[in-house]
């Protein structure tokens, strides 16, 4: 069984930035976040491979948001710049232990239990 806890969330300017971070209480493999703004479906934001050579960014996030990893801390990291308020949602890290990389739609073993970013117009 592996935690994952998600920090960095807040209240942020349009504009600003932010960075998430992910902790995992133990080895990871695939790793990813998404997001869920209200009376909206989870969607997918980014994702990164183990060891972290393939990223995959939807297209909303791209050019804006990084995702990168710390295998030695098991964490994962999403740099999010250039916010904006449809990037409002509560964000959600994720983690598979059996799978390396693979195509959309990424499936995973364990989710956080997520972290509020509200960006304000």
């Known amino acids: 069984q592996v935690q994952l806890v998600e920090s960095g969330g807040g209240l942020v300017q349009a504009g600003g930035s932010l960075r998430l971070s992910c902790a995992a209480s133990g080895r990871t493999k695939l790793m990813g976040w998404s997001r869920q703004a209200p009376g909206k479906e989870r969607e997918f934001v980014a994702a990164?491979?183990?060891?972290?050579?393939?990223?995959d960014y939807a297209d909303s996030v791209k050019g804006r948001f990084t995702i990168s990893r710390d295998n030695a801390k098991n964490t994962v990291y999403l740099q999010m710049n250039s916010l904006k308020p449809e990037d409002t949602a509560v964000y959600y890290c994720a983690a598979s232990t059996s799978t390396s990389w693979e195509s959309r739609p990424y499936e995973y073993d364990y989710w956080g239990q997520g972290t509020q970013v509200t960006v304000s117009s």
């Open positions: 990164i491979s183990w060891p972290g050579t393939a990223t």
